[in-house]
């Protein structure tokens, strides 16, 4: 059983910038990857970004330039540090890991993201 537990959330105004955690309760050498999705009310969650140990994998169009996601191994943490928020980007932000053994997928609770105009 892996846990994320993400942080970070919170309003913020258009053009600022949050930095959002993710904290797993297993070592990140034991998860294949990880990454951040997003949710807005009426929508489909969507892929924001993914890392794995080598490094940051995919990022949605919609956020490259802005967004980065990076990671501490020795915090077994994830981050995504968020700039020039824009209102589209408002949201609950996921953070998603997949184990190397059976691939078992497991997601946090959600951190609410709000960017006002």
């Known amino acids: 059983q892996v846990q994320l537990v993400e942080s970070g959330g919170g309003l913020v105004q258009a053009g600022g910038s949050l930095r959002l955690s993710c904290a797993a309760s297993?070592?990140?050498?034991?998860?294949?990857?990880m990454g951040w999705y997003r949710q807005a009310p009426g929508k489909q969650r969507e892929l924001v970004a993914t890392?794995?140990?080598?490094?940051?994998?995919d990022y949605a169009d919609s956020v490259k330039g802005r967004f980065t996601v990076s990671r501490d191994n020795a915090k077994n943490t994830v981050y995504l540090q968020m700039n020039s928020l824009k209102p589209e980007d408002t949201a609950v932000y996921y953070c998603?890991?997949?184990?190397?053994?059976?691939?078992?997928?497991?997601w946090g609770q959600g951190t609410q993201v709000t960017v006002s105009s």
């Open positions: 297993v070592s990140v050498f034991t998860l294949s990857i």
């Open positions: 890392i794995t140990s080598g490094g940051p994998v």
């Open positions: 998603q890991a997949t184990t190397k053994w059976r691939a078992y997928d497991y």
